[in-house]
């Protein structure tokens, strides 16, 4: 069953999140926004994932607008850079797109992150819409407006909040996701009941065999009911000013992590380290049981994600790398715990020794 859920900006409806199984409704969703098919249109997308979705995308909405261009970068997070978003300008700069017309994310979240940054600079701002189809950005990246790109050393260090027009989700694109790939966006799922929701982190291991397999039904439920804690939380505090750094759960070392892996490791799976060690510190503290722990452990092996650090990094590079991270308050690294199953919190104060144990953990 297609399903549909509206993402309010400031008490206001700002854009759709619409699940479908196809692309069969994608035009239709579009011209919903605007009626205007006089709007040229870039399609943004990798080479990956171009080869399997950028013809049938293009082809549909060659059937509404006359213009159809698509620029394609390689895949992976080493693209997410400036300087690709600079070819991107030159290319929109040679095709005449101005302020009326569309730019299109199909990909993953490196480029959902790109095209939103590019479409929030080009311009001041053109109109943009995501069609994500790796799970980590059909349930995450898509959604909430972050956009941007790493730059030198850090991760998403230049960027911009800009809201897409629409998030369009074709759940059958999972069937061409890696499994290493399903399994480093299930790193953001869990995140999402830990930090959020305990009933949801309870179904999801109930339905772990479905998840693994890529049951159509379970993946709509999962998309859907992430998808709804993501608006949630984007709705309550849209510029990160409080509640939204709960997301950031298991990514301060998390994102230490795939930057010293040279982005060997996938973004969810760094997540799933940065988890291992942040649930560490929560029992630790006392804030979750020995039990609650272990468990979040099984949970994330469970799901195939790693809960050991198979690279030679050194715990304190991670450490020195996450205090360069921009969710650094002064001097103070700003880190999420576990306050329980289900609930987050903010702490400031967790010190060098606390992160330096719980990353030993990983190589134990
Ligand atoms: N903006 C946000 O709020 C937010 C939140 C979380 C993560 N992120 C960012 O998202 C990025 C990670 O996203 P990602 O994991 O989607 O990375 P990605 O875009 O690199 O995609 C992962 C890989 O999967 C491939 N792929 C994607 N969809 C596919 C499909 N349907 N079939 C076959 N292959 C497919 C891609 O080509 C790529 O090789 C990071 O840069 C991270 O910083 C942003």
Known sequence: MPKKLEVLYENKPCYNIIIENNFEKLVENIIEISPNTDRKVCIFTDDLVGSHYEKEVRERLREKFNLVITYTIPNGENSKTLSNVEKLYEELIK????????????????VGDMTGFA?????????????????????????????GVDYLQYKNMVGAFYMPK?????????????????????????????????????????????????????????????????????EEDPKEQGIRAYLNFGH????????????????????????????YISWKRGYISEADYTHVLAVLETFHLPTKLSLPIAPQDVVSVSKSDKKMVGKRVKFVLLHGIGNAAIDMDVSDEEMLEALATLSE
């Not at 095709?95 to 490196?110: C, Q, S």
């Not at 943009?128 to 959604?143: G, R």
């Open 119 to 147: 479409a929030a600079t080009y311009l001041r701002g053109i109109d943009f819409i995501q069609v994500p189809t790796s799970l980590l950005s059909q349930v995450d990246s898509s959604i909430g407006g972050k956009t």
């Open 166 to 234: 629409l998030v369009y989700i074709n759940t059958a694109t999972l069937n061409t996701l890696s499994d290493a790939q399903l399994a480093s966006g299930m790193g953001e799922v869990v995140k999402h009941g830990l930090i959020r929701n305990e009933a949801y982190y309870a179904w999801m291991e109930t339905h772990s065999a479905g998840v693994l397999a890529r049951d159509p039904q379970v993946m709509e439920e999962l998309i859907y009911e992430s998808c709804k804690i993501k608006k949630a939380v984007v």
């Open 252 to 279: 301060t070392l998390g994102h230490a992590i795939e930057r010293l892996s040279n982005f060997q490791l996938f973004h969810g799976q760094c997540v799933s380290l940065g988890m291992a060690c942040a649930s």
């Open 95 to 110: 095709n005449h797109f101005d302020r009326r017309d569309l730019l299109i994310a199909l990909g993953g979240g490196v």
